[in-house]
């Protein structure tokens, strides 16, 4: 057995720990870059505890999933305002935004001598700016990962900019932040949390310290998710589920992910209005029922069909629950949470030959416990979309 771990260098998780982020970034800098969502004001009380601490700050905003010219923007304000440190508080677009502008502002040179696929993905040399990740969702965990995901709507693709030295050196979950969530976004990045705890576990590269996060990530999800769709104050759900999100951030870091990422990554490339939360929630139940099905009849006596009637257990809280079991409950519960189709977003079958044939090439899908076909993946889009 050999694996590996790592990490963000402080991870602080709890309600109210939004409060303990403003000295600790005074420790840091005098400056500070702050990344945000659309609607800035969110950032409010961050940014009246970093000024009350006194720190000056410059804002930028994320309208949507961080492109290849917005970061090159950030990182050129950032310099500009002799910004020491960036603080990135939001979802996963603006949390990978804000490590990408984080890592361009020591490492110069073209961003595309470091972008994987579409550029050259040399080695980041030099330090980031420190870096402190807020999430404000529960889902991507983003704020734990050594990537950021970036939109090339020229190549019509999502790439990676990734590094060791992208983890972030402090990382705080507040879980009273996701409280504001809407319950379609609660959703989404609720079953993307899901697929997070999931795929790592039935990957090919699992290992014992993921497969205990995501077996308690999996619970999580089974009590807590629905409640917290239903009711965005129910402090105990919410938390669940921002533990859940930061679990499926440091399984996926430390392990591999699978086909709904590898579908995810191309269409969230060719469809940019496709919430990246919302492709993997529709795919999610799609994906599990082909795998179980390939796995049965391909191979057998595979461990990943084992884990899969693990997950079924879990999730159903039944002790008899086997694979197909899961499925349904998953599918069940993405109805019950009204998870949009993928037409809803422009694909169409026409687009099935492309979007399978980039699929079987992204990274994510060479994690899958299995090879599936092109028919199967062709099957799992009919049935998405």
């Known amino acids: 057995m050999r694996f590996e771990f790592a990490t963000a260098n402080r991870i602080i998780f709890g309600a109210g720990t939004l409060i303990e982020v403003a000295p600790l970034a005074a420790n840091l800098g005098t400056s500070a870059f702050v990344v945000t969502g659309q609607q800035v004001e969110r950032a409010a009380p961050l940014l009246e505890q970093l000024h009350g601490h006194g720190l000056k700050t410059v804002t930028f905003s994320v309208a949507g999933e961080p492109t290849i010219d917005l970061v090159l923007a950030g990182v050129k304000q950032a310099n500009e305002s002799n910004s020491q440190i960036v603080i990135g508080i939001g979802g996963g677009s ?92 609660t959703a989404s990045t609720g079953l993307d949390a899901l697929t997070q705890v999931m795929e790592p576990y039935t990957c090919q590269k699992a290992n014992p310290l993921t497969d205990a996060i995501c077996r308690d990530g999996m619970a999580r999800v089974a009590r807590s998710l629905r409640r917290a769709f239903e009711n965005g104050n129910d402090a105990s759900a919410r938390e669940d589920m921002a533990l859940t999100g930061l679990f499926g951030g440091l399984a996926l870091a430390n392990a591999q992910l699978g086909a709904v990422h590898g579908f995810a990554a191309v269409l969230g490339g060719m469809f940019p209005n496709a919430p990246h939360g919302v492709i993997c929630a529709r795919l999610l139940p799609f994906v599990m029922a082909t795998n179980v099905q390939a796995l049965q009849s391909r191979l057998p006596n595979s461990p990943a069909l084992t884990r899969y009637d693990d997950i079924a257990k879990i999730l159903t809280g039944q002790a008899t629950a086997q694979a197909t079991d899961g499925v349904d409950w998953v599918h069940t519960l993405s109805m019950a949470l009204h998870v949009p189709p993928l037409s809803t977003f422009g694909l169409s079958t026409a687009d099935f030959p492309t979007v399978v044939a980039k699929s079987q090439k992204a990274s994510s899908m060479k994690g899958n416990p299995l090879a599936l076909t092109d028919e199967e993946l062709t099957a799992i889009l009919q049935q998405a979309i």
């Open 94 to 185: 603006v949390l990978d935004a804000g490590k990408a502008i984080a890592a361009l502002m020591t490492n110069r040179g073209d961003l595309f001598d470091y972008l994987e696929v579409i550029g050259q993905g040399q080695p980041l040399t030099q330090q980031p700016a420190p870096y402190i990740a807020i999430p404000t969702t529960a889902g991507t965990g983003a704020e734990v990962t050594r990537n950021a995901v970036l939109t090339s709507p020229d190549h019509r693709v999502k790439v990676s900019l990734r590094s060791p030295l992208m983890l972030p050196p402090l990382v705080v979950v507040d879980p009273t932040l996701t409280y504001s969530m809407p319950p379609s976004i």
